[in-house]
């Protein structure tokens, strides 16, 4: 059982960045897939970012450039570095953990989930 806990949401001014932290503990952190979505008021969850264990990236085309996911295996943690925010950026942000790196771009059946952290952006 893997257990993730987001931290670092907040408000920021549009053009500002946040930098999000998401601590897994109770697996091998190193062998999973992870990945970061959002869910804004309204909306369907979606992806944001994710990252394969061996280390390679995807970004869905609305953050690219802008956000940059990367992890520690060290400290079992994966972060979302976000700059440049917009006020559309503004959701809940999830992490998610999974060994199956094709769940976590599919959000098919991810297996671990965070509570999520609030990032607000004003204009």
């Known amino acids: 059982q893997v257990h993730l806990v987001e931290s670092g949401g907040g408000l920021v001014q549009a053009g500002g960045s946040l930098r999000l932290s998401c601590a897994a503990s109770?697996?091998?952190?190193?062998?999973?897939?992870m990945g970061w979505f959002r869910q804004a008021p309204g909306q369907e969850r979606e992806l944001v970012a994710a990252?394969?264990?061996?280390?390679?990236?995807y970004y869905v085309d609305v953050v690219k450039g802008r956000f940059t996911i990367s992890r520690d295996n060290a400290k079992n943690t994966v972060y979302l570095q976000m700059n440049s925010l917009k006020p559309e950026d503004t959701a809940v942000y999830y992490c998610?953990?999974?060994?199956?790196?094709?769940?976590?771009?599919?959000?098919?059946?991810?297996?671990?989930w965070g509570q999520g952290t609030h990032v607000t952006v004003s204009s």
């Open positions: 990252m394969r264990s061996g280390g390679s990236t």
């Open positions: 998610a953990a999974d060994p199956v790196y094709q769940n976590i771009l599919v959000a098919n059946t991810i297996n671990y």
């Open positions: 109770g697996g091998t952190f190193n062998s999973y897939a």
